[in-house]
């Protein structure tokens, strides 16, 4: 039996801010000797943590790593740019990522619960983040695969690593697959599109948009035998910002990313893009 009461627990609580399942096993492992278990706390960089636990994290990283067929993608966050670029914080994102594709976690549950030194992945960023003196979150994790997966980073500053990632996978791994499948990643980066194809656009989100489109067009005085061809119109319009094949090709505006693709003799199969704090 415990031999250390709740009082015990709150009190040491508040003397070290470390959350409550960590004082408890403090106490368990210090056969409740208060002052021993605040060492063991200090030890494994627990104190303050419940201290962050409210605190804001926009800022932070994200990594891919790509192995075979498949790709993985971290975002991983902290609260300012000075924790961003530490080493020690990018050690970490590279930790978790490495953890991510061992595990072949679907979610960042999985990912957490996963062992990792002998401890789980959870265990060792609230750790870290003790040592870092932030708050540390693993926000996302993403895995594409296809018979090629290209990854792209992009650094919004160059003082800081990556803030956005990209995974891309297509049906085919010849050269001119591999080549597409890099520059649409590029593309993607930058125009941020929702969706793959118009497929997997929500039907409930077409039809809004095509209902604004109408009462949009008759609110404008538009001729009732012109309705239909003008909500179409606007529907075209609707899928070339969010539908990935549908957009423009940054590197070329007079294709289509679904052209680029069909002149590679590829097609995409699935992709994923993170953006620090986005």
Do not use: W
């Not at 050690?91 to 978790?96: G, I, T, Y």
């Not at 992945?121 to 996302?140: I, N, P, Q, Y």
């Amino acid at each position: 039996m415990a031999n250390y009461t709740a009082a015990d627990i709150k009190a040491l609580r508040e003397r070290t801010g470390a959350g409550m399942m960590d004082v408890k096993k403090a106490l368990d492992e210090a056969n409740g000797d208060a002052e021993k278990a605040i060492e063991i706390i200090r030890i494994k960089g627990l104190k303050g943590a419940t201290k962050r636990e409210g605190r804001s994290t926009a800022e932070g990283l994200v990594a891919a790593k790509v192995e075979g067929n498949a790709g993985v993608m971290i975002e991983i966050n902290c609260e300012t740019d000075f924790v961003a670029k530490n080493d020690k914080f990018i050690e970490l994102a590279n930790k978790v990522l490495d953890a991510a594709v061992a595990s072949g976690a679907a979610d960042v549950d999985a990912l957490l619960a996963y062992e990792l030194d002998g401890k789980t992945v959870g265990d060792v960023v609230v750790e870290e983040g003790a040592v870092l003196g932030e708050k540390v979150v693993v926000r996302r994790v993403a895995r594409v695969e296809g018979t090629k997966v290209a990854a792209y980073l992009h650094k919004t500053s160059k003082d800081l690593p990556a803030q956005v990632g990209v995974l891309l996978a297509v049906d085919s791994d010849s050269e001119a697959a591999a080549t597409a499948a890099h520059d649409v990643a590029v593309h993607t980066a930058a125009m941020a599109p929702t969706y793959l194809s118009r497929d997997e656009v929500p039907a409930e989100r077409v039809q809004d948009e095509r209902r604004i489109a109408d009462e949009t067009a008759r609110a404008e005085g538009k001729p009732e035998k012109a309705l239909e061809k003008i909500v179409e119109g606007r529907l075209t319009g609707f899928f070339k910002e969010i539908v990935l094949v549908d957009q423009a090709f940054a590197k070329d505006a007079k294709k289509s990313v679904g052209q680029i693709f069909e002149e590679a003799g590829t097609k995409p199969v699935a992709f994923a893009r993170f953006r620090v704090g986005a």
